[in-house]
């Protein structure tokens, strides 16, 4: 990482190759697809942003899609983590998703991952479901989905929080 660059400073891009994107949801999450709505997003199929450093280092990537009103954002990573990197890839995601006509944006999170769901919050998403159990059912269809996340949680649960565009 390259210190002293502002988030500001970085650019916004479309992502093209989303194979770092891909690599980076295996070693975190074990799959490239996500559930959310009930429904299942593979990354490598849907529109990805990336901001990234003038060096062209990749800074934060997130995919996302739209469906109907709603906006759905299946993975946001910052590889610059404290530095602000991830409120500029979220606001860039919510002016995408406005810019297509999207009146909400949906995340989800599972049960374990405090950071994020303080995050989201302090963005100004709220809670709007709880599914028990969900992430276990889906571990039955991607069997190599983590079983553990943050602080060694178990993670069993999917938690959505939206945000009105």
């Not at 990482?1 to 502002?6: L, Q, R």
């Not at 697809?33 to 450093?53: C, S």
């Not at 606001?91 to 995408?96: L, N, S, T």
């Not at 909400?104 to 919050?121: C, E, H, I």
Request: aromatic share 6%; with cysteine; charged share 25%.
């Amino acid at each position: 990482m390259t210190a002293g660059i502002d988030p500001g400073d970085l650019e916004l891009r479309v992502v093209a190759d989303k194979g770092e994107l891909l690599k980076i949801m295996m070693a975190a999450w074990g799959s490239h697809r996500m559930m959310i709505d009930l429904h299942v997003y593979d990354v490598a199929e849907i529109d990805a942003l990336g901001l990234y450093e003038p060096s062209g280092r990749t800074a934060a990537l997130a995919s996302w899609t739209k469906r109907g009103e709603t906006a759905y954002l299946c993975a946001l990573h910052s590889l610059r983590p404290g530095e602000g990197v991830a409120i500029r890839m979220l606001d860039a995601v919510i002016d995408a998703a406005r810019a297509a006509g999207a009146l909400r944006l949906k995340a989800m999170l599972t049960n374990d991952n405090m950071p994020g769901l303080t995050f989201y919050q302090r963005r100004g998403f709220r809670l709007s479901g709880l599914y028990l159990e969900a992430i276990d059912a889906y571990r039955s269809v991607v069997p190599t989905i983590i079983k553990t996340g943050y602080k060694d949680i178990p993670i069993h649960d999917a938690i959505e929080l939206e945000i009105a565009l």
